[in-house]
Every structure is written in C-alpha cells, then in structure tokens.
C-alpha cells in the first residue's frame, strides 16, 4: 500500500486537526513548545476542526490548524509543501491579523493573548542549518523581551538529513514522519515516540480510504497545478524582463550613439571656426552639451 503524504495539507489537517485526533496534535505541540524550551500545554482546543465541508478544490477552505490553550494562547499551524515565497512577510500579515483579530468593539490591549505562529516547509527558507527556528521580539543588545505575545516557529524539512535513530526521542521524530520517512522505520521511530502512533495509524487509515485518496489527489493536482502557474508567471516576468532591459539598452545605445555623432560633427564645425550659435543651430545640440566639447 501506497501511503498518502502526509505534507499534503489535506492530509495533515486530517490527521492533526481531526475532533477525534486532538490528542495527536497535543503531543505534536509539546514536542514544538518543548524543543523551544517552553512548559507543556496540559490542553488544547480545535478553532477550526477539519470537517467534510473542507472541499481540496475550494480556494476558501482553510487547511491551516487554528487551536486555543486552555490559557487562551492561540496557535496557528501552517504546512507549506510548495515555496509561495515572501514567507516572513506573509507570517507577520497573518499573525498581526490573528493577534488584532481579538479586540472587541469594547476591547482592551491587556486582554490580548499571545498568538503563535508554527510554519512546517517542505523547503528551506533561512540561512541556517536549524531544523527547528524560533523567533521572539527582543532588544538587541540584551536580549530582554519587549513583548511575549509574539512567537514564530519555523520547521524546515529538508534540513532534517539524518535518519530515525533507536534511543532519539523529542520534535525529530514527528518531523520524519510528516517528512515520510519509510514505514519499514516506523518501528524505530515508535520506541522513540509511542504518541505517534495514533498518527500513523491515521495515515494508514487514510490511505486504504478510497474517497479519502480521491480527495489527497485533487489536493495534491491543485496544489501541484498551482505552483506550476506561480511558476510559469515567474519565468515569464523574468523573461519579460530580460526583453525589456534589450529594448531599453538598444534605445539608449542609438540614443548615445546619435548624441556622439553630432558632437563629432559639433567638434568639426567649431574647428572650422564657426561661432556656437551657428553650430547649436547646424546639429540641434544645447549650449551644456556644447560645452563638455569645448
């Protein structure tokens, strides 16, 4: 049996997001916040379960996780298996509107919880070798805090390069799972982490379902179909570009080329003893490019 990828968004939304699954994602946050050097969550709760109503082909449906600890922190899980790029500045977009999204009318700044944003790439985005990346808002001379409420994790997969190891437990071995690690290691991986059973048990279940792998390929086409297009629109303002830039340096060569020749022959008459009028008026040239000849 072919296992489904669990990096589809589609897929991990059902295997974490799942009312039924709520545990699997606790584990998988405290592994995060812990790597992190953060206590455990004792609990927490689904904003936006996945439901049958998340149709793969539907532009409106959220495959992100949105969840709420019991002390009102709100977490947001992304997982990115294509590079839409800008992904720092789409983060802070999206976690200022989370984190502005609180106030009420009548609301107050004191009553603003901290908003954690955790995006998982299929690809790498920061010039380190990190697998897992935090970021705060600190000074920069000492490190002291300015604000706790914002918190940006970064999980980039291609950086995780070695193999599950017997005796390795923590974060690094969800993150092989979700990296899809062969299921002849899952064993290994199981000793190190019994929480992700539960997890790959969905995945198993997942993948015998036929509707479920239905839904997986057109996600995966749509996914697929649409960084093609991003692509595409790249490569074609890239090409676009280059022709430009020819247009515009043939435009100022013969630009260049005409000012130079009427110097040229500006130089001739001058030599010949005509006065500047005459030769302003002979060549169509002003009395500052005169100048630089004279």
Same mark, same amino acid.
Request: aromatic share 8%.
């Given at each position: 049996?072919?296992?489904?990828?669990?990096?589809?968004?589609?897929?991990?939304?059902?295997?974490?997001?799942?009312?039924?699954?709520?545990?699997?994602?606790?584990?998988?946050?405290?592994?995060?916040?812990?790597?992190?050097?953060?206590?455990?969550?004792?609990?927490?709760?689904?904003?936006?379960?996945?439901?049958?109503?998340?149709?793969?082909?539907?532009?409106?449906?959220?495959?992100?996780?949105?969840?709420?600890?019991?002390?009102?922190?709100?977490?947001?899980?992304?997982?990115?298996?294509?590079?839409?790029? =800008?992904?720092? !500045?789409?983060? *802070?977009?999206?976690? %200022?509107? @989370?984190?502005?999204? $609180?106030?009420?009318?009548?609301? #107050?700044?004191?009553?603003?919880?901290?908003?954690?944003?955790?995006?998982?790439?299929?690809?790498?985005?920061?010039?380190?070798?990190?697998?897992?990346?935090?970021?705060?808002?600190?000074?920069?001379?000492?490190?002291?805090?300015?604000?706790?409420?914002?918190?940006?994790?970064?999980?980039?997969?291609?950086?995780?390069?070695?193999?599950?190891?017997?005796?390795?437990?923590?974060?690094?071995?969800?993150?092989?799972?979700?990296?899809?690690?062969?299921?002849?290691?899952?064993?290994?991986?199981?000793?190190?982490?019994?929480?992700?059973?539960?997890?790959?048990?969905?995945?198993?279940?997942?993948?015998?379902?036929?509707?479920?792998?239905?839904?997986?390929? =057109?996600?995966? !086409?749509?996914? *697929?179909?649409?960084? %093609?297009? @991003?692509?595409?629109? $790249?490569?074609?303002?890239?090409? #676009?570009?280059?022709?430009?830039?020819?247009?515009?340096?043939?435009?100022?060569?013969?630009?260049?080329?005409?000012?130079?020749?009427?110097?040229?022959?500006?130089?001739?008459?001058?030599?010949?003893?005509?006065?500047?009028?005459?030769?302003?008026?002979?060549?169509?040239?002003?009395?500052?490019?005169?100048?630089?000849?004279?």
């Amino acid at each position: 049996m072919e296992l489904l990828d669990p990096r589809v968004d589609f897929v991990f939304k059902r295997i974490f997001a799942s009312e039924s699954n709520k545990d699997v994602l606790l584990a998988f946050l405290n592994r995060i916040f812990m790597d992190a050097g953060d206590p455990p969550l004792e609990e927490v709760v689904l904003l936006n379960p996945y439901t049958d109503k998340d149709d793969p082909l539907d532009k409106q449906s959220i495959f992100d996780i949105w969840a709420k600890s019991v002390e009102g922190k709100l977490i947001n899980i992304e997982m990115q298996l294509f590079n839409k790029y =800008d992904i720092e !500045k789409r983060t *802070l977009y999206y976690w %200022s509107k @989370r984190y502005a999204g $609180q106030l009420q009318v009548s609301g #107050k700044y004191a009553d603003l919880k901290k908003c954690v944003t955790i995006n998982i790439l299929n690809y790498r985005v920061l010039p380190n070798e990190y697998p897992h990346s935090v970021f705060h808002l600190r000074e920069d001379a000492t490190g002291t805090p300015l604000t706790d409420d914002i918190e940006i994790h970064f999980l980039e997969l291609p950086k995780l390069n070695q193999p599950a190891v017997p005796g390795q437990g923590g974060l690094v071995n969800w993150l092989l799972f979700l990296k899809g690690i062969k299921q002849s290691d899952w064993e290994v991986l199981l000793m190190n982490e019994p929480a992700l059973k539960k997890a790959m048990e969905t995945l198993e279940f997942l993948s015998q379902d036929s509707e479920a792998r239905r839904k997986y390929e =057109d996600r995966q !086409k749509f996914l *697929l179909d649409e960084a %093609s297009q @991003r692509d595409g629109a $790249q490569r074609e303002g890239f090409a #676009k570009g280059i022709a430009e830039g020819i247009v515009q340096g043939r435009e100022v060569g013969r630009a260049e080329g005409e000012l130079e020749a009427k110097l040229e022959v500006a130089r001739n008459l001058l030599a010949m003893g005509l006065d500047l009028p005459s030769v302003m008026k002979a060549t169509g040239l002003n009395e500052e490019e005169l100048k630089s000849i004279t």
